[in-house]
Nanobody, 125 residues
Framework: QVQLVDSGGGLVQAGGSLRLSCAAS????????MGWFRQAPGKEREFVAA????????HYADSVKGRFTISRDNAKNTVNLQMNSLKPEDTALYYC??????????????????WGQGTQVTVSS
């Protein structure tokens, strides 16, 4: 069992930056692949970014590529999402997620077993 706590959301103007963090507790964090997803009102949850257990592999949704960076610190049991050049369409509730893994990254919500509570990101135009 892994417990995840998301933080770092807020209100920012278009073009600004935010850094989301996800703190994990429970089982050995380094055994888990991690991902970030987001869900806007009336829309399905969508993939944002993912990182393998070692941090050696990452994958991004096309809509955030070049603007967002996912990273993890296994010594601190955290995964971060640095979001730059934010756009109003990035407004959503952001969730981190975890699943046990070897070296792969995962992009579908149903592939993850554990979820944070979500942190709201609002980008004003």
């Amino acid at each position: 069992q892994v417990q995840l706590v998301d933080s770092g959301g807020g209100l920012v103007q278009a073009g600004g930056s935010l850094r989301l963090s996800c703190a994990a507790s429970g089982r050995t964090f380094s055994n888990y692949a991690m991902g970030w997803f987001r869900q806007a009102p009336g829309k399905e949850r969508e993939f944002v970014a993912a990182v393998s257990w070692s941090g050696g592999s990452t994958h991004y949704a096309d809509s955030v590529k070049g603007r967002f960076t996912i990273s993890r610190d296994n010594a601190k049991n955290t995964v971060n999402l640095q979001m730059n050049s934010l756009k109003p369409e990035d407004t959503a509730l952001y969730y981190c997620a975890a699943r046990s893994s070897n070296s792969y990254v995962y992009t579908r919500p149903e592939q993850y077993n554990f979820w944070g509570q979500g942190t709201q990101v609002t980008v004003s135009s």
